[in-house]
């Protein structure tokens, strides 16, 4: 069963909150009732007292004088009626009214001089009454006096709704404020766990380092234990895997190198045997594509690997690095027929990894020169500003397709098959700008909505520092 633990663990508090209101309801409810009950009755016997204590022998006749203490301790804002009925045990009515209801108990009482409460009828309304029995005695005569008084139920309902709502209203007060503070409570509780989510979503995708277990509820470590374990073999196997493919492009690396000198050397006496210039000359250019391709996949591999945490520990010249990347490729582009030019602040300075911005301008303009058609144009440009630095490479070239260019960035996917290169080097200029955690972003050239510009935005070092 899935869903909110705050909503599982209010049901858990509620449910038993609910059954415990219900059970202490229902006994308060008893108790009022039986409160209001005795009340009532204590109330109709003291009536009955007063009754009785008023009959008396008058010329050997029994004769009763009705008090009015005796009816009005019944009074209250609810209107009840009360009845009373005085008789000899002859039957003979003394007072009262004559169709006054009975019951055998009633009549049981006459005998045993016990008072004898019941509920009954009169006039179609329902009454609580009470028979009271007084002995009188005149010349060796006794009579048995029935004293029945009797009161409708309103103002015993009114006391028992008095008597028990409020308790049950308390007892509903007391569950929700338990439930708020529960609430409260839960949102307090729950903030360490809800830190720990914010800080596993806001991680760079290579940041393998534990989460702390500070401030954490002794419950909740082992969750992070096993999460910090987790992380500490992934940890294990990704450095296992970087080294690999260090190791392995450094051990490429090597042979290619020396293959590539013998190369050269079979060339320079290709003399010997003319038919194997050409094979030779192949040989050679398929060599240096395979050392650029080992190169490539070496920075991918430290492109993907960096840590901006590591990265970002000293400033770093932007338009220092485009200048030195374009009179490095100025010969390159020269033997396209390429017009290379700079558009270069004084300084833009970012926080990064110098090596890396360099291979970023370096790839980024290599590819415009490479993809670019002879006779065209590329620009590389810095402009800093006190928030942002933006680096462009605008060509004339073909450009690329908008449907292609959420794809560019995927290794070794060309856009073109007609131009050699190794599909690696947005590639490794994304991973680059993301290890910055910079943004880069793919344009229609300038001019007649030709050629590729390809945006990039880093924080300025000023920024970061703040």
């Not at 009950?37 to 003291?46: F, G, H, I, R």
């Not at 006039?123 to 028979?131: L, N, P, T, V």
């Not at 006779?375 to 004339?396: F, K, M, N, P, Y």
Request: charged share 25%; hydrophobic share 45%.
């Amino acid at each position: 069963m899935t869903g909110s633990l705050r909503i599982r663990l209010l049901w858990w508090l509620l449910v038993p909150l609910a059954i415990y209101v219900f059970v202490t309801g229902k006994a308060e409810y008893d108790n009022a009732r039986r409160t209001a009950d005795l009340v009532q009755d204590n109330t109709l016997l003291a009536s009955a007292r007063m009754i009785a204590g008023e009959v008396e022998w008058a010329d050997g006749t029994l004769r009763v004088d009705i008090p009015p203490a005796a009816l009005e301790i019944f009074a209250s804002p609810y209107g009840d009626q009360v009845f009373y009925n005085v008789s000899v045990d002859d039957d003979r009515l003394l007072a009262g009214v004559p169709d006054f209801p009975s019951s055998a108990s009633a009549t049981v009482s006459a005998t045993h001089d016990t008072p004898t409460y019941y509920d009954a009828e009169l006039h179609g309304a329902s009454i609580r009454a009470i028979g009271y029995v007084r002995r009188m005695y005149d010349n060796g005569a006794t009579r048995r006096v029935l004293v029945s008084v009797g009161k409708t139920q309103a103002s015993r309902d009114a006391m028992r709704r008095e008597l028990w709502r409020p308790q049950l209203v308390r007892q509903l007060e007391m569950m929700l404020l338990a439930v708020a503070l529960a609430c409260i409570g839960l949102t307090f509780e729950l903030r360490p766990l809800l830190k720990v989510k914010d800080e596993v979503m806001d991680r760079d995708p290579m940041q393998l380092e534990p989460l702390r277990v500070d401030r954490l509820h002794t419950e909740l470590r082992p969750i992070v234990d096993a999460i910090n374990q987790c992380i500490a073999r992934l940890g294990l196997q990704v450095a296992a895997q970087r080294r690999f493919i260090a190791d392995a492009a450094h051990q490429l690396r090597t042979p290619l190198t020396l293959l590539d000198t013998q190369l050269q050397y079979a060339r320079q006496h290709r003399e010997l045997e003319p038919s194997l210039g050409e094979a030779l000359a192949a040989m050679q250019r398929s060599n240096r594509s395979m050392v650029g391709l080992t190169n490539k996949l070496l920075l991918l591999a430290q492109a993907e690997a960096a840590d901006y945490t590591q990265l970002a520990n000293q400033p770093v010249d932007l338009a220092s690095i485009a200048k030195s990347v374009v009179e490095d490729l100025a010969l390159f582009a020269q033997k396209r027929e390429i017009d290379l030019g700079a558009e270069l602040d004084e300084s833009a300075w970012v926080i990064g990894h110098e090596g890396l911005l360099t291979a970023l301008v370096s790839n980024l303009a290599e590819n415009a020169i490479r993809y670019t058609q002879r006779g065209g144009h590329v620009t590389v440009a810095v402009r800093g500003g006190a928030a942002r630095v933006a680096l462009s490479v605008t060509d004339d070239g073909p450009g690329i397709p908008a449907e292609a260019r959420s794809r560019v960035f995927e290794p070794f996917y060309r856009a073109s098959a007609d131009t050699e290169g190794t599909g690696l080097g947005l590639a490794i200029a994304r991973e680059i700008v993301q290890a910055h955690r910079g943004e880069i972003a793919l344009a229609t050239g300038e001019g007649e909505a030709r050629g590729l510009t390809v945006r990039v935005a880093f924080a300025a070092a000023s920024t970061v520092a703040a």
